[in-house]
């Protein structure tokens, strides 16, 4: 009886089988005991994890002396004016904009092409298109990086070279989203498309006025996943622009950081920039961590 | 007439992509494999057809099987612990009954922050003197290091920045692959009289091999591709010692101007990860369905 009662908890859980060996009540403190040391390893390990982020706001908040003195942990006073002249008095908001501004434009790009590609492999039927996947399959794995001296070749014949232009449409190509949004297209009923494709809805009607509300959570993923990449994104934007008030957050914190941080003392502030730039993706992610687990789980099911 | 039609329509659904991809990635990498074999500087117009000599270069004095030997130890420095420590962290959060959304966010976090960002971050818990790695090594009475300064401790501190950043994104594909699990393998194997320890061999591990197998890949391809922590925790120092194979190919072609052994650099990366990407590609062939 016991053993059965064991067997139909839910999902299987460590501590359950004690329950088996054991009788009820000494079964249920283990299994109480068991739990406190599980979520005591698991909440420190939590906090050397976001130790690094906790320092960077406590050092974010200390005086340039606090900083250096390794005897103090916590600031005296919380220095807010360290955030308030990184806000202010350096260009930190301009990058932050062209980041806003270049990832929203090469979401929007990645999302429309990709979707019409997806639905083209998935749906349409034209020669060429086993080749056409074979091709993007062959792209899935490369190393963006071997592209990037012809790329930047290209780019300065097409005279887009220091540009946030040419920096946008040189990223419009997401594979991972093509695979992605392929998966979810897959899945839905063959003859739904074919049904409205016989009542004669043109693709472009099918895509976005039936294909699109039924994936729509693998588009939250995506645009979700697509933004993430090209605001934290830094080599290729770093190796085609030059001035200053072109560069992306990455790059203008690594300038902002040099000047101040690697070769001098003014690590307060080069933490209060990393603070400004590290918590509105923490928050954005406090709100959407399923979509982002969503998207794990899909990539997932490939491998 | 129909045909016609449908073949526009094709065209007009895949063109806005395939201009790009053309572009920005096909043509490049042809182009790529065009240069290898030119010794073109960037600043001259003219440049010579060299054969092989770049890649003869790479290989024997142009630093190839160093940075090679450096892209592995990161590679399997990041890849070890990331995928042993992402799948425990996984059957531990797994078996929680409450609290476990509140430690996949902690423990995912920092994937989704920018690497160069926390990379400062880190650069300052690093530093010799006043940084608190060492605060912390002293107080527990264990000799300071010099971290990144050293080429001793350089690579170990690119590691561990890397292992913190990626631990968490391993453990969220573990998570979704145990919940894959079938309830009625453990069932079964409790009922034999199987221990925790016979199911976690044979069950478990088994049944998300496909992942790990997943995994080893990802995090090969991405050891490949390191770049944003590299350039601002080391730049590839001290000594070369965390120069890896795309920090050479960086050096090579944005740095000295090299392009035709930049380009070849970045030949011998494109075959290392297509070959990684094949065998990914044909072991998960069994179980995909593209």
């Not at chain 2, 880190?122 to 605060?135: L, M, Q, R, S, V």
Request: glycine share 8%; charged share 10%; hydrophobic share 50%.
């Amino acid at each position: 009886m016991e053993n059965l009662q064991a067997l139909k908890l839910p999902s299987g859980k460590i501590a359950q089988e004690r329950c088996i060996t054991r009788t009820a009540k000494t079964g249920k403190l283990a299994w109480i005991t068991g739990e406190a040391v599980k979520h005591i390893f698991l909440a420190g390990i939590s906090l050397v994890m976001a130790f690094p982020f906790l320092w960077m706001v406590i050092s974010a908040l200390k005086t340039k002396a606090e900083v250096m003195n390794t005897e103090v942990f916590w600031p005296q006073e919380a220095q807010w004016g360290n955030f308030a002249e990184v806000i202010f008095h350096s260009p930190i908001l301009r990058y932050m904009g062209n980041s806003l501004l270049v990832s929203a434009a090469i979401v929007l790009l990645q999302v429309v092409t990709g979707a019409m590609m997806a639905y083209a492999l998935s749906f349409m039927r034209f020669r060429g298109r086993k080749t056409l996947f074979l091709v993007v399959v062959g792209t899935y794995m490369l190393p963006p990086a071997a592209t990037y001296i012809p790329g930047y070749i290209i780019l300065s014949q097409l005279n887009l070279l220091d540009s946030l232009t040419g920096l946008t449409i040189s990223c419009t190509v997401n594979i991972f989203g093509i695979f992605l949004l392929r998966q979810a297209f897959m899945q839905l009923p063959y003859g739904l498309v074919e049904a409205a494709k016989v009542d004669g809805a043109r693709p472009w009607y099918i895509l976005w006025k039936i294909v699109f509300p039924l994936t729509r959570p693998t588009f939250i993923t995506f645009i979700l996943m697509s933004f993430i990449t090209s605001y934290n994104s830094y080599m290729w934007p770093s190796l085609i622009t030059e001035t200053p008030d072109k560069a992306l957050i990455s790059q203008g914190l690594r300038m902002f950081f040099i000047e101040g941080g690697a070769y001098g003392t003014e690590w307060p502030k080069v933490m209060a920039a990393s603070a400004v730039i590290v918590i509105p993706l923490l928050l954005l992610f406090l709100f959407t961590q399923k979509w982002f687990i969503k998207g794990i789980s899909d990539t997932g099911m490939k491998g | 007439m129909y045909r016609w039609r449908r073949r526009g329509e094709a065209l007009f659904f895949v063109l806005p992509i395939l201009i790009p991809l053309i572009v920005f990635w096909i043509y490049p990498i042809i182009r790529s494999g065009w240069i290898s074999f030119t010794n073109w500087d960037y600043m001259t117009p003219e440049y010579d057809f060299v054969g092989l000599k770049n890649y003869k270069d790479l290989l024997s004095t142009g630093g190839f099987f160093p940075a090679l030997k450096n892209t592995l130890v990161f590679g399997l420095g990041t890849a070890i612990p990331v995928i042993t420590g992402g799948f425990l962290l996984a059957v531990l959060v797994r078996s929680l009954k409450k609290g476990s959304k509140f430690y996949q966010f902690i423990l995912f976090s920092p994937w989704i922050t920018p690497t160069v960002a926390i990379s400062i971050v880190w650069t300052w818990i690093f530093e010799p003197d006043t940084g608190i790695a060492n605060i912390v090594l002293r107080f527990l009475h264990m000799p300071a290091l010099q971290w990144l300064h050293s080429s001793q401790t350089a690579m170990l501190s690119v590691i561990l920045v890397t292992l913190w950043k990626t631990l968490g994104y391993a453990m969220i594909f573990y998570l979704t692959a145990l919940a894959k699990v079938p309830e009625e393998l453990y069932d079964a194997g409790k009922v034999d009289g199987a221990s925790k320890l016979a199911l976690m061999r044979h069950i478990t591990i088994p049944m998300v091999s496909p992942t790990t197998l997943f995994l080893v890949v990802l995090n090969t391809v991405n050891a490949l591709q390191a770049y944003d922590q590299i350039q601002v925790l080391t730049q590839g120092g001290p000594s070369g010692s965390t120069r890896t194979l795309l920090y050479l190919y960086y050096q090579l072609g944005f740095e000295q101007f090299h392009m035709g052994q930049a380009a070849a650099s970045g030949v011998l990366l494109v075959i290392i990860a297509s070959v990684l990407a094949g065998i990914q590609f044909a072991v998960s062939k069994k179980s995909v369905h593209y």
